[in-house]
Structure formats: C-alpha cells, structure tokens
C-alpha cells in the first residue's frame, strides 16, 4: 500500500511558475513508476507526464511538453511537477499517482493503483 499526499497548488498569474509535490508512505517508493495527470471541470482526467521508477526516462503530454517537468527523489519518497510559463487552459485539478506494475502503459489511468487527493491549480489570465 502507498499513500501518496499532494503539496497545495494555488492561483498563478499566466506565465508563471508553481512547483506540486507528492510526498509517498511506504520504503519501496523506488519500485513505482509516477505520474501526473490533472482534470478541468466538464473534462476528463488527463495525462501530464510520468517519470520511471529510476527516474531514466520521462514522458510528457504535448500540451506540456517544454513547459513542464516531472522529476523524483527517491531518497525523499517524492516526485515532483514543475509547471513554468503557465496558460490558463492549464487550470484543473492535479493528482499524483503510482503503479507497480512492470509493463504499464505510463499514459492510461487505468493503469495505476494509487492516488492522491488532488490538488487546485488555478491560472488566470
């Protein structure tokens, strides 16, 4: 089992920077691949990035791609999302999740098994 906490998101100007984390329980944080995905209100959950489990590879949405940065600290049981230059078609609601799965697919829900609660990011324009 692992629980995963989201650090506060918050209201940002567009073109600004906010930085989420995602602290994780448990001692075998290293064996989750990670992932970010986020939901604005009337859509569906999307994917936003995902970093394997040694952090050797990342994977980004293109709607993200440049702007953001998934990164992890395994020593510190927490992945993080470094959102710069911000739009505000970037407002949703942001999770963290996490699978053990060897042979997931990165980009699908589906395929993780842990969540956290979500997080408010809100840009203005």
């Known amino acids: 089992q692992v629980q995963l906490v989201e650090s506060e998101g918050g209201l940002v100007q567009a073109g600004g920077s906010l930085r989420l984390s995602c602290a994780a329980s448990?001692?075998?944080?290293?064996?989750?691949?990670m992932g970010w995905f986020r939901q604005a209100p009337g859509k569906e959950r999307e994917f936003v990035a995902f970093?394997?489990?040694?952090?050797?590879?990342?994977y980004y949405a293109d709607s993200v791609k440049g702007r953001f940065t998934i990164s992890r600290d395994n020593a510190k049981n927490t992945v993080y999302l470094q959102m710069n230059s911000l739009k505000p078609e970037d407002t949703a609601v942001y999770y963290c999740?996490?699978?053990?799965?060897?042979?997931?697919?990165?980009?699908?829900?589906?395929?993780?098994?842990?969540w956290g609660q979500g997080t408010q990011v809100t840009v203005s324009s």
């Open positions: 999740a996490a699978t053990s799965r060897l042979w997931a697919d990165l980009l699908a829900a589906a395929e993780y098994d842990y």
């Open positions: 448990g001692r075998t944080f290293g064996s989750y691949a």
């Open positions: 970093i394997r489990r040694s952090a050797s590879s990342t």
